[in-house]
């Protein structure tokens, strides 16, 4: 049908609903029924058999199954079976991880589906976009994602942009009336929204005609499902890494095999030596543990009220040196009370807390009646008037729906006794111009019962000072004097100086008919009072500042809140510093970018700044070597959070278009979750080197016992299937246990990690060779008392070296908790790896001590005795170094 031909009516009756009342809950199952969910049709999914074969395309996993496969063709079929049986185990592992890895992520789809705003049985409610269905009636405003295609029948200076759609880069101006005409393309169905698209000014309402594949949307509904996987800066660094350690691996055999000809071993010998050589330089499991602990961290951060969308911000996290945020809601409880009135040059008091609708008015310790003072009554009542919050009560408790600011000016007319239904009655509201960040106001048009038409406005007082030619006072207008903007000011001020935000409220009688635009009211108004509101932090900020300032990270308020209001709130949370200062949005305006480079370090609040001037902002700490995290809810935020190197959107209050833009989202809207989340990631980063630093010093360990033993022409210590199964499984388990480590007291005190830090930075390179090095001479000092003591009985003393190769490594495991030493840390604090490591020793046991198992692992029984060798052996590289550690501070 063509919807846009129809009239407003003739559509509420083509698609048989109701624009006052909306549809019922029995038209409402049908309709689903009917129609199915309001989603677009997702990519077919890869199956679980190319899920599992997909393991095995890493790199390292190709390079050991050639290897594999030569030992298969020279005839070691039980050592070929084993290598195939381990890669299929680790295959399994990492098949069930991925699968978990995408369950999440369709629980993260859940948690951040937008809302729509229906009416439905005469009652707005919010409800899951999927759950729309065709006839459903949708109210919606500035920073909202259009749900579905629908037919527009009511809307507010509506603009939406539909370049996804349409390619125009300018929003589209909204209109009601039908519209004409042949082959008429989306771009001019003025009438219409579309699914996805944003609403970037004004509100509209409209009825749904169109919902999941059968929205314009749907039609290249094709093109929303290519998801590309980046890869964080980490794993690139890892995988080039990976590629290294083969090339030396090649390298390695390629000596081993020189080494051993020229020595008089034969070919055959020496080609399976470099094999296991091979096999030993290479961390099969590195890829796969990085994943599992990037995973594990995101899952964390969920239970922490973050929403990773993006996992290169795990790692920018913990490089953050500024955190931009906001100050209402994030910093604050976004629980707005007015605390004072200002009206007839007098100032009144109001009590109660939150949004509960009850308190009183004093002056002077006096209780006042604000229905007996016209002038307050008018303040009151007018700021319900100009006004789209609703107040709601469930289980005793009050939240505001909508907008903060509004909800505080709604609940203090509410404790003078008003009503905005009894208000409604009263006056007619014919045309509305909602607010905007540059205008910084709202105005609506009411009728009185007597025909009569004015203007209210309401916004910011200097703005509206500015726009005002009189001010009502003793119940008459007087004129705007430069007195009374000098005394209106000074009120503004000394409210502001309580961290009160004010807000102005005026009017003036209009002619009756529409107007175009609002600057044709918005001018020569009557200014009536003030009503000067406090949100109060939230009571965790504070001390989540400090620790943020312990960890070398600047905090930076950016608020819109008067200089002296932004100030208070500044030094109350411990944010402006004694050699900081407070920069104002018109100075910020007339500043150029070099300017602002120079002075940006030195600026710890953004106050009276439009959503614009963010981007400003970043782009100048990012000039000054910053990594900046940037919050924002608003459309107008999405350059600057796009633009940060970490885009926090907040999950209650921001619009779908900031949360797009982000790389990370807070459930809860608060900064400390945002210190949490910096803190998470700067564990994970940490665990990730921890385990880097366990996996390649034990490779290092294993290729020098091998090494070492070729040189000084040695039977070989190790045979290729142990050093498989200490990499696959013993290596394995504390690794991924290690992923699972409690940060160090230290953490966030200290400084931000440079974004170009390399993998072995901070002399972890020096720690993964110095330990490899004493772990390989520890494993092959072991083998030659062994083996010195039966020489006729390699696979004993090759035993002796297993046990103790496999102990060293898990006894260096509990060092790298540590950035320091083994003894800075309780070893029982992560039980995950005191059971990866009870785990290895029993596998160790096991293949030493059951027979069948011997058998392909080329173990016998190790004698009781001979225990006490291998444990004295295997404690010496990590004991070594600690005692050399603890000398060198004495």
């Not at 205008?439 to 009411?446: E, G, H, L, S, Y």
């Not at 910053?626 to 619009?655: E, R, S």
């Amino acid at each position: 049908m063509k919807y846009h031909e129809m009239s407003p009516e003739q559509v509420e009756k083509a698609v048989q609903t109701s624009f006052k009342n909306g549809l019922t809950n029995e038209e409402i199952k049908i309709r689903r029924k009917q129609f199915g969910f309001n989603e677009l049709q997702e990519a077919e999914k890869q199956s679980a058999l190319l899920l599992f074969f997909s393991q095995f395309k890493d790199f390292m996993v190709i390079v050991l199954l050639v290897a594999t496969l030569i030992s298969g063709i020279l005839g070691e079929y039980i050592d070929a079976i084993a290598i195939i049986l381990i890669v299929f185990v680790n295959g399994i592992l990492g098949f069930f991880q991925e699968r978990k890895a995408e369950k999440s992520l369709e629980a993260l789809k859940e948690l951040s589906a937008p809302m729509a705003t229906v009416l439905r049985g005469g009652k707005w409610e919010k409800i899951p976009s999927k759950e729309i269905v065709p006839g459903d009636i949708l109210r919606f405003a500035s920073g909202d994602r259009i749900s579905a295609d629908i037919r527009l029948f009511e809307i507010s200076s509506l603009e939406i942009e539909e370049s996804a759609l349409t390619g125009e880069s300018v929003p589209a101006v909204k209109e009601i009336a039908p519209i004409h005409g042949e082959n008429i393309g989306l771009g001019d169905l003025n009438n219409m929204a579309f699914m996805g698209t944003m609403v970037t000014r004004g509100s509209g309402k409209g009825v749904v005609i169109g919902t999941g594949m059968k929205t314009a949307m749907g039609q290249i509904a094709d093109l929303l499902q290519t998801e590309q996987n980046l890869q964080t800066p980490l794993q690139r660094r890892l995988e080039q890494l990976g590629k290294i350690l083969i090339v030396v691996a090649l390298v390695l055999t390629l000596l081993v095999v020189a080494i051993g000809v020229w020595q008089g071993h034969d070919l055959y010998t020496m080609f399976l030596s470099g094999v296991s050589l091979a096999v030993a330089a290479i961390p099969e499991g590195l890829p796969a543990i990085v994943t599992i602990a990037l995973s594990l961290g995101v899952q964390r951060m969920i239970k922490k009220n973050a929403i990773v969308r993006k996992l290169p911000a795990v790692e920018t996290l913990g490089c953050a040196s500024v955190i931009c945020s906001d100050k209402t809601g994030t910093m604050t409880q976004n629980k707005m009370t007015v605390t004072h009135l200002w009206a007839n040059d007098q100032t009144w008091t109001v009590s109660g807390q939150g949004y509960e609708p009850q308190g009183h008015f004093t002056r002077n310790n006096q209780t006042m009646n604000p229905a007996q003072d016209d002038h307050f009554y008018k303040l009151l009542s007018f700021s319900m008037l100009c006004n789209h919050a609703a107040l709601i009560e469930e289980k005793g408790k009050y939240h505001v729906d909508g907008d903060p600011t509004e909800g505080a000016l709604l609940v203090s007319g509410m404790k003078a006794g008003l009503s905005r239904d009894h208000l409604l009655q009263e006056y007619r509201i014919i045309q509305e111009f909602p607010f905007d960040s540059s205008r910084k106001m709202m105005t609506v048009i009411v009728e009185d019962k007597k025909g009569h038409r004015f203007a209210i406005t309401k916004g910011a007082p200097d703005i509206l000072i500015s726009l005002s030619e009189s001010v009502y006072v003793g119940g008459k207008k007087q004129y705007m004097s430069q007195i009374w903007t000098n005394r209106l000011q000074t009120t503004v001020e000394r409210l502001a100086s309580q961290a009160l935000r004010t807000i102005a409220v005026a009017y003036k009688p209009v002619p009756n008919r529409l107007f175009n635009h609002e600057a044709e009211v918005e001018n020569e108004l009557v200014f009536i009072g003030l009503q000067g509101m406090i949100d109060p932090p939230r009571p965790e900020v504070k001390a989540a500042i400090q620790e943020c300032k312990a960890a070398g990270i600047k905090t930076v308020m950016i608020t819109g809140d008067h200089v002296i209001t932004a100030r208070a709130i500044g030094e109350q949370l411990g944010i402006l510093n004694r050699d900081d200062f407070v920069l104002e949005g018109r100075k910020l305006e007339s500043m150029s970018l070099k300017e602002l480079d120079e002075i940006v370090d030195n600026v710890s609040v953004f106050a009276r700044v439009s959503p614009e001037h963010k981007l400003k902002i970043v782009k100048a700490l990012q000039n000054k070597g910053h990594i900046v995290a940037m919050t924002g809810d608003g459309v107008n935020d999405a350059p600057a959070i796009k633009a940060a190197d970490i885009g926090i959107a907040m999950g209650i209050n921001g619009t779908d278009v900031a949360k797009e833009s982000s790389a990370l989202i807070l459930l809860d809207d608060n900064f400390a979750t945002i210190k949490a989340a910096i803190h998470e990631g700067r564990n994970i980063y940490e665990n990730i080197r921890k385990f880097i630093r366990y996996l390649l010093a034990s490779n290092v360990g294993e290729i020098l016992v091998m090494l070492f033993a070729m040189i000084l022409a040695l039977p070989l210590p190790l045979v290729p299937i142990q050093i498989l199964w200490v990499n696959l499984v013993t290596d394995g388990l504390p690794a991924m246990a290690l992923g699972l480590d409690q940060p160090e007291g230290d953490v966030m005190k200290r400084k931000p990690r440079h974004p170009k830090e390399g993998v072995f930075a901070r002399r972890l390179g020096w720690k993964v060779i110095s330990r490899g090095f004493l772990i390989g001479v520890a494993t092959l000092l072991a083998f030659l008392i062994a083996y010195k003591q039966n020489p006729d009985h390699l696979e004993y003393a090759q035993t002796v070296a297993f046990a103790t190769l496999v102990l060293a490594q898990l006894i260096h495991v509990f060092d790298c908790r540590s950035e320091h030493s083994i003894f800075a840390r309780n070893p029982f604090g992560n039980p995950y790896l005191v059971w990866a490591v009870l785990s290895s020793v029993v596998l160790m046991i096991i293949v030493i001590y059951f027979p069948p198992l011997q058998t392909v692992f080329h173990t016998v029984a190790i004698v009781p005795t001979d225990w006490l060798l291998i444990l004295a052996m295997a404690a010496i590289p990590t004991f070594l170094l600690a005692g050399s550690l603890f000398i060198r501070k004495k």
